[in-house]
Structure formats: structure tokens, C-alpha cells
């Protein structure tokens, strides 16, 4: 009798299984990971990234790297994944975490080889994180205060960026910032709004206690300043083509257009009677406020502010009590929020609206200037690295030495861990070590060091945090000359790389149904 196949896949469904599929996704994570390793450290290089319109971005962030990427593989999605959980959970360490979950897929193939079979990998790989965990702990170090370490932790998530020259005035000012939003204690990095503007230089970037927009006053006629201002924060237009109905009307005679017209200044109107019954006088919108909705509020004595962002408007609402009002309908007195004063000014060559003296005085803008937007950008995903280090360290107070030595002194310490366990569980940690020890080795290596030579000083040194002297081709303490990080981003880089490492060789099947044959 002759059997039939049963298909429980939809037709064109492609599948790969075991070592194929595990070989396959160990390929591409290693990809990825060799993608952003040649931008590690201090002396790392950039990368050019075109997108589609041809728009140009340089970078050294590995994060920024892998989300422009813009990648559709499954298991490239992953690594992606661990660059964006580092970059928000911390800010840092995007570039390492990828580093290190690469490392240990490679350490991975060897063993899958060598016919280790995963579970134990995976076992091996999670022991070896929780020690690297408690080890951490013990020893980092409390961070009690002074600026000068937090300057420290700034130029250290700073180095090797575009601001590489500026780093030190950089590095004071995310300090100074961060020590204002922090004040009483309840903070997070996103207190300090990042604005920034071409023209000038690095040199010229400031702090602003308030916010600071990249906007102008809509209309010629409204005033330029107001003192005390009563702000109306809309997340809604003054337009009327925000009245979320299209229509199409014919009009066969001109009294008809008149009468047409004349609704339109009438529903603007009743807009604009609502905004003046709330009592504000400044009104800023994420949407646009069109030519008649500007002459009646200019008329008014109002400032019309449009197409603010909308995280913009989320910072100005915490700024200045007011309320995000998306319904003009309801508007009341209470909803405005306040500050001393709102004022149009020139910062270089460009127009910006600065909003002083706000009801909540944490409020702070770096304003960053730069020579070209490439510079800029870059500058400001420094600035961005930075504000997240010092941010943890402020919370958490643990720091650790960089320069690869706190790396190093995991490795050594969980390759004398593995000696306590038994079996070929005891491979798995070892490679884990391994694959620990590629940061000083990537850092040596993009310096245009001899590896081998460093990593052996560094064990053979007595120096408590003996890391990559990049400048002089030796060693040095990586905490007495200042190379300090935040322990948080090493606890991060470190499980969310074993993570997504042992998520990859979980998988030993890989079934795509998309673009098969299923048909509704
Ligand atoms: P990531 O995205 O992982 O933060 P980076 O390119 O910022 O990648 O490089 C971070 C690494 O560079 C860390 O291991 C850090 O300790 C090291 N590093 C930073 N500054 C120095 C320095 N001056 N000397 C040696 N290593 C440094
Ligand atoms: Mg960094």
C-alpha cells in the first residue's frame, strides 16, 4: 500500500533543522557582531550608513549601526534587539554587548563540534553569568560623590566619538546637568532635553535652565516675548483641516465660496474663543495653526508656537504643570501650564524659542552646536551615552575600572570558578571566559596593538585594574587614569549577551511559513 504524506505546513513553507539551522543563525549573529566590532573602543572607526534616500549618517554607535541596518532576518533581529535594550536600559555598552554575544556564538560552534550538545552550553553559559553577576558586585566600587568621577564616567562613554576633541567641556556639562535635574533626588536621563543647532562650535555648546525649542513664533505680528506666560500645550491643530472629515464641495457661484469661507473663520474662531477662555496667551502645537488661526491669535495678543515635537510637548508639560490638551472643546483654566518667561531669540544664525523659569526648576537643555548636522548627530548620540552612564551612577553609585580590566577580571575569575565544577560543563564556562577576554583583545586590536603581548601583561600585572593603555601600546590602571564605567552597563552588556547567545542555540528549527502557500 502506498502511503501518503500527511503536510501539516502550508505549502512553500521553508524549513531548516538542526545543525543547518543552528549553523545558520550562529552564521549571521557572528556577522553582526563582526559588523560593529572594528568600532569598539577609543580608536574604533566609523561606519557610513546610506539609507534608501540616500541619506547619509556617520557612526560609531553600535546601537544606531544595527537599527539602520534595517535587517528582516529573524536572528539578525535579535542582536539588534540586545543593542536597543543596552542603549535604553543604560545608554552604553551597546557596541560590547553585541561584541560579547557574538564571541560566545563562535565559542559555541567550537563546542557544538566538538559534540557538546547545547543544554550543556546553555548551562554552562548561564552559571558562568550568575558568578560574573556576584563577582560584579563585589567588586565595584561605591561611588560617594564628586563631580570630577562623574566627569570621569562622561569622557569615558565619550571617547572615540565625534567629540573626541571637546569631550572634557561635554563631559562637564552632561555633569552639571545631570546634577540639576537630580536635585531632589527623583530623576531620569530624560529630564535633560538634548537640543541642538547647526552653526559655531562644540565649544559653544551651553546649558539652559528651561527648555529650549527648535521653533519660531508663527506670525509677524505676534509679540516676541511674554513675561509670565500662561502656556496651552495642544496636541491637537488650529487648522481647519484637522476636523478629521474629508469632504469634497462644488461650489457654482462666488456668494456660495464667501459663505463657505466665513464657516471656516467661524469654526477657527471658536477655536480660538475656547484658548482665550483658558486663559493663555502662549499656545504651542504639535500640529499646524494655519494662516487665519494665527491672524485672530496674533490679533489677540497670543504667541502662536507650531509643529513642536511631540516629546517636546511631553517635556514642556512636566516643565510647566500644564496639561497635554487634545480636545479644544474642554480647555479650562487649569489646564495652562507657567513659567517667567517665553522669548524668541536668535542662537547664531537660527531662530529658537527658549521657555525660562519654569514652575518645575529641574528643568534643563543642553544646547549643542556644532560645524556640520553629521557632527551634530553624532555629537549629540555621545552626549546621549553619556547623560546615560552619569545617570547610573548617580542612581546606583557602583562603578567599575574600563579599559577591558573589569572584562579581564571576570574572565580570570570564572575560569577559576569552572575548576569547581565537573563534566563538559566546565568547557562551556571556560569559553565563556574566552569570549569575555575579546573586549581587551577588540579594544588592543582596533588600537593597532600586538594582542597577544597586551593580554599577557594584563595577567601577568599586580595593577587592581590592569586594562589597555591605547595610547601608549602597554598597560595601565584603568581606574587611576580615570577610565571609569558605570557597573550597571557591564551587568547589562553581560546577561542581555548571554540572553540572546543562548536563545540562538535553543533553536534547532527554523520554519518560515512567510510568503507560503496558504490561502485564505
Ligand atoms: P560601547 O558601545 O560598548 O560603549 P565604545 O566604542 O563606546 O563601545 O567602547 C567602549 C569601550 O572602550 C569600553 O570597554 C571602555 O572601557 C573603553 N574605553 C573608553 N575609553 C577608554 C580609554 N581612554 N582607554 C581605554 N579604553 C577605553
Ligand atoms: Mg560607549
Redesign the pocket.
Known amino acids: 500500500m502506498q502511503q501518503i504524506p500527511i503536510m501539516i505546513l502550508p505549502e512553500g513553507s521553508v524549513r531548516q533543522q538542526g545543525k543547518t539551522a543552528q549553523q545558520n543563525n550562529i552564521d549571521v549573529a557572528k556577522q553582526m557582531a563582526e559588523m560593529v566590532k572594528t568600532?569598539?573602543?577609543?580608536k574604533?572607526m566609523d561606519k557610513m550608513l546610506v539609507d534608501v534616500h540616500g541619506d547619509v549618517a556617520i557612526t560609531?554607535?553600535?546601537?544606531t549601526i544595527l537599527k539602520e541596518l534595517n535587517v528582516d532576518n529573524p536572528m539578525a533581529k535579535m542582536m539588534v534587539e540586545v543593542a536597543r535594550t543596552q542603549d535604553q536600559e543604560v545608554g552604553?555598552?551597546?557596541?560590547?554587548?553585541v561584541?560579547i554575544a557574538g564571541e560566545l556564538l563562535v565559542q559555541a560552534e567550537g563546542m557544538l563540534k566538538n559534540k557538546i550538545h547545547p543544554t550543556i552550553i546553555i548551562k554552562g553559559y548561564q552559571e558562568a553569568a550568575r558568578e560574573c553577576m556576584h563577582k560584579l558586585d563585589l567588586m565595584s566600587v561605591e561611588f560617594e560623590s564628586g563631580d570630577e568621577v562623574l566627569r570621569d564616567i562622561a569622557?569615558?562613554?565619550m571617547?572615540?566619538?565625534g567629540s573626541e576633541e571637546h569631550k572634557e567641556q561635554l563631559a562637564g556639562l552632561v555633569v552639571e546637568a545631570l546634577n540639576k535635574v537630580s536635585e531632589n533626588g527623583q530623576f531620569e536621563g530624560s529630564d535633560v532635553k538634548i537640543e541642538s543647532y547647526t552653526g559655531g562650535s562644540i565649544s559653544d555648546s551651553r546649558i539652559i535652565q528651561g527648555v529650549v525649542l527648535d521653533r519660531d513664533i508663527s506670525h509677524p505680528n505676534m509679540p516676541r516675548f511674554m513675561t509670565k506666560p500662561k502656556i496651552l500645550l495642544l496636541d491637537v491643530g488650529l487648522e481647519v483641516k484637522s476636523m478629521e472629515m474629508d469632504a469634497k464641495i462644488q461650489i457654482s457661484d462666488p456668494s456660495q465660496m464667501q459663505k463657505f469661507l466665513d464657516a471656516e473663520s467661524q469654526m477657527i474662531m471658536t477655536q480660538i474663543n475656547q484658548i482665550i477662555s483658558s486663559g493663555a496667551n502662549v499656545v504651542i502645537s504639535t500640529h499646524g495653526i494655519d494662516e487665519t488661526a494665527q491672524h485672530f491669535l496674533a490679533k489677540q495678543g497670543i504667541i502662536g508656537i507650531r509643529r513642536a515635537k511631540r516629546e517636546d510637548l511631553e517635556y514642556l508639560s512636566k516643565a510647566t504643570g500644564g496639561k497635554i490638551v487634545t480636545d479644544l472643546k474642554i480647555v479650562g483654566q487649569t489646564d495652562t501650564g507657567s513659567a517667567e518667561l517665553v522669548e524668541e531669540r536668535m542662537s547664531g544664525e537660527k531662530k529658537m524659542i527658549f521657555v525660562e523659569g519654569c514652575v518645575n526648576a529641574q528643568a534643563v537643555t543642553l544646547l549643542i552646536r556644532g560645524g556640520t548636522d553629521h557632527l551634530l548627530e553624532e555629537v549629540k548620540r555621545a552626549v546621549n551615552?553619556a547623560i546615560g552612564t552619569v545617570g547610573s551612577v548617580i542612581k546606583t553609585k557602583r562603578i567599575v575600572g574600563?579599559?577591558?580590566s573589569v572584562?579581564m577580571r571576570l574572565s580570570k575569575h570564572i575560569r577559576k570558578h569552572s575548576t569547581s565544577m565537573s563534566g563538559k560543563i566546565q568547557i562551556a564556562i571556560n569559553a565563556f571566559a574566552d569570549a569575555l577576554e575579546s573586549?581587551p583583545r577588540c579594544?588592543a586590536e582596533n588600537a593597532g596593538l600586538d594582542v597577544i603581548e597586551i593580554i599577557a601583561q594584563i595577567n601577568a600585572s599586580k595593577k587592581e585594574w590592569a586594562?589597555?593603555?591605547?595610547?601608549n601600546n602597554c598597560i595601565m590602571d584603568?581606574f587611576e587614569?580615570g577610565?571609569v564605567?558605570p557597573t550597571q552597563?557591564k551587568i547589562q552588556?553581560i546577561s542581555s549577551a548571554t540572553e540572546v547567545a543562548n536563545m540562538i542555540l535553543r533553536v534547532d528549527d527554523v520554519i518560515s511559513t512567510a510568503g507560503g502557500g496558504r490561502k485564505e
Open positions: 568600532t569598539l573602543g577609543p574604533g560609531n554607535d553600535g546601537a552604553d555598552g551597546t557596541t560590547s554587548a561584541v569622557e569615558t562613554s571617547t572615540g566619538k551615552d574600563g579599559a577591558g572584562e573586549i579594544l586594562g589597555v593603555d591605547i595610547e584603568a587614569e577610565v564605567e552597563v552588556a
